[in-house]
């Protein structure tokens, strides 16, 4: 990731204070480690100052993506290597917390891609999600985060973070509901082809 970056920097022409690029980069990458908050408002306003002129939005937008993706990678490091024995040690509230497991495993299982954007990505590697599938998840989640708080930002101004909320709350449930439906369909086409290969099995 640390070349990715040097790419980027070797061959975009950044205009504007470097500092402000160094921030969107530091925000977006501890926001998605697991801290949330400094990202978002770090990308608004880049957003804000590149409608202004004063920085240059696809660079932005590259140097936020880059650092998203390479603070849940982290984040997802973080959660395989100690986060899930740290939920199992003995203490106050084990009950608690191996209900809590058993509930992540479930939505992890369930709604993978749906989990890893709205979930901090430190979860993903506490349930066990397997590389394969985590990072190109979380490459694209991140994208989807950049482009719908930095575009939003630069069109709409300070009042994307309302809007921001709004379409948060309709995107949940929409993702729900196709992640549903997409599960759903998965399990009939599993029960059919067992069928199948169970009739062919019947001796004639």
């Known amino acids: 990731m640390v070349d990715?970056?040097?790419t980027l920097v070797h061959h975009h022409r950044f205009h504007g204070p470097h500092l402000d690029y160094v921030g969107v980069a530091v925000g977006a990458f501890v926001s998605w480690v697991g801290i949330s908050g400094p990202g978002e408002a770090a990308l608004i306003t880049a957003g804000i100052l590149a409608a202004r002129g004063r920085v240059d939005l696809p660079s932005v937008l590259a140097v936020a993506w880059a650092a998203?993706?390479?603070g849940g990678t982290l984040g997802w490091l973080l959660g395989r290597r100690g986060g899930r024995a740290l939920f199992e040690a003995p203490g106050p509230l084990r009950r608690t917390r191996a209900r809590?497991?058993?509930a992540g495993d479930r939505f992890y299982e369930r709604y993978g891609p749906l989990a890893?954007?709205?979930a901090p990505t430190m979860m993903a590697g506490i349930n066990g999600m397997r590389g394969r599938r985590f990072l190109p998840i979380n490459a694209v989640a991140c994208l989807v985060w950049v482009l719908?708080?930095?575009l939003g930002a630069y069109f709409a101004g300070p009042k994307i973070e309302d809007l921001l909320s709004s379409l948060g709350l309709f995107g949940l449930i929409g993702l729900v509901v196709l992640s549903v439906?997409?599960?759903l369909v998965s399990r009939v086409r599993r029960k059919r082809k067992t069928g199948q290969v169970a009739?062919?099995?019947i001796p004639q």
């Open 116 to 118: 890893v954007y709205f």
């Open 199 to 201: 009739r062919t099995e």
């Open 148 to 150: 719908l708080v930095g």
């Open 100 to 102: 809590m497991l058993r």
């Open 181 to 183: 439906a997409l599960w």
């Open 4 to 6: 990715t970056l040097a």
């Open 68 to 70: 998203a993706v390479a």
